[in-house]
């Protein structure tokens, strides 16, 4: 609430006084239609930058739209079809890759900053969920599963161009007094493909809006001048019979 109001405070004062200015000097309809083209236009400016950035200035500084994320897959989802290399999986190898690992006394390159980041996210996911479904019928806490009884390894490829990830998780021997078992299941492979999202749609309608409402009301400043000119500026040699009439 408080943000609105600071907002229409400062709309109010800023663009208002503008337009009271523009106004008293071209009347309110020529006042407005000024104010609307020079208003659309600093949008314009300010959208094409949060879109493409500028020197110095990164893209997608603006408001952002869905974000880029792993979204999980399964054999069955239908767009699954996209995707062979995931029929092919059996971990390591046949175009699939161990998750980047950090190496020693150097740092992974931004692309494989990314893509562990990815990773490490859908990995947290699946475990998370494999965890809520199969504790919910355990009445023996021992037997529940944790993140301290279970391995997951994270796997990944390029498929149709598209980042596509392997999760398997595998029972593993908890810490000694964590009052856990090891659990008895077969290693599950939760697979997920990286969904691109539309960071940039709200740059882009802001650029569009922005353009088609700069047009429309240049247009119509064109229209008004037109119809309401201001009027042909005298040159000094027109003015001076008419200052020698007035003195006769």
Not at 47 to 56: D, R, Y
Not at 168 to 192: R, Y
Not at 221 to 230: D, I, Q, V
Request: charged content about 20%.
């Amino acid at each position: 609430m408080k943000g609105l109001l600071l907002f229409g405070t400062g709309f109010i004062c800023l663009a208002g006084s503008v337009f009271m200015l523009l106004a008293a000097n071209f009347g309110a309809l020529k006042g407005y239609l000024i104010a609307a083209v020079a208003f659309f236009g600093l949008l314009i400016v300010l959208s094409a930058t949060w879109t493409f950035g500028l020197p110095g200035t990164p893209a997608l500084t603006g408001p952002k739209g869905t974000p880029a994320s792993l979204k999980e897959l399964t054999r069955e989802d239908p767009v699954a079809s996209r995707f062979p290399k995931v029929d092919d999986f059996q971990g390591a190898g046949n175009g699939w890759s161990a998750a980047p690992a950090e190496p020693e006394g150097g740092k992974l390159s931004a692309a494989d900053e990314e893509l562990k980041a990815d990773l490490d996210t859908a990995r947290q996911a699946a475990v998370q969920a494999l965890i809520t479904e199969r504790n919910k019928n355990v009445t023996d806490s021992s037997k529940e599963l944790d993140v301290t009884n279970l391995d997951a390894k994270s796997f990944y490829t390029t498929d149709d161009g598209t980042t596509v990830a392997a999760i398997v998780i595998s029972p593993k021997e908890p810490p000694a007094g964590s009052g856990l078992v090891k659990p008895d299941f077969s290693p599950v492979t939760v697979f997920a493909y990286k969904d691109t999202g539309a960071p940039l749609l709200p740059s882009y309608l802001f650029l569009a809006g922005s353009a088609v409402l700069f047009v429309v009301h240049l247009l119509l400043l064109g229209l008004a001048e037109r119809r309401r000119p201001l009027g042909a500026v005298l040159t000094p040699g027109r003015a001076a019979p008419a200052r020698a009439r007035a003195r006769v």
